[in-house]
């Protein structure tokens, strides 16, 4: 494996600023910034500074795609069967398979795996408790609409009427 960035081994506070600077900069001006480190009493070379910049700069990026599609989950459906709960597990899932997929391009400090598979755990939980929850939503209203069957074929509706307000309780359910 390379050599660990220098930059992991900044003091917090020097790193928030870079990474304020990089921002700010368009993740550009990478001679400034070395000279800027070097100001502060680091050696931190134009190279390293761009590794580092790169990096953050595709984290940046897909933040912004998953903000983007979480905003179009809400605008497009209302959460009223759960599904942004289960979207957002979903990207989450899919976000943590691609830190472990992609290991080997992060260095190992950056990256706690005790963290990650600690934040599996709950979410395999999260997922099968709704799923539990919706299957027992369904069972719930099938029973209505079974209940609902009943009372509209003796109120004398017509089986049409029937079959469509079944539809309506089942179609909540979905």
Known sequence: MGERS???????ATRVELDKRLIAGGFS?????????????????????HRYGSQMERRLADLRVSTEQARALVAAAPDDTDAMSRATMQ???????????????VDPDEVDL???????????RASIAQQEYMRQVK???????????????TGGLSADSAAEIRRAILGIAQ
């Open 139 to 153: 069972e719930r209203a099938a029973a209505a609409a079974d209940a609902a069957d009943r009372i509209v074929k």
């Open 114 to 124: 005790a963290k990650l598979a600690k934040a599996v755990a709950p979410l395999a």
């Open 29 to 49: 001006g990478y001679v400034e910034l070395e000279a800027w480190l070097r100001e502060q009493g680091y050696e931190v070379g134009k190279s390293s500074i």
């Open 91 to 105: 990207m989450l899932q899919q976000r943590l398979f691609q830190v472990l997929r992609d290991m080997d391009d």
């Open 6 to 12: 220098k930059i992991v081994h900044l003091p917090e």
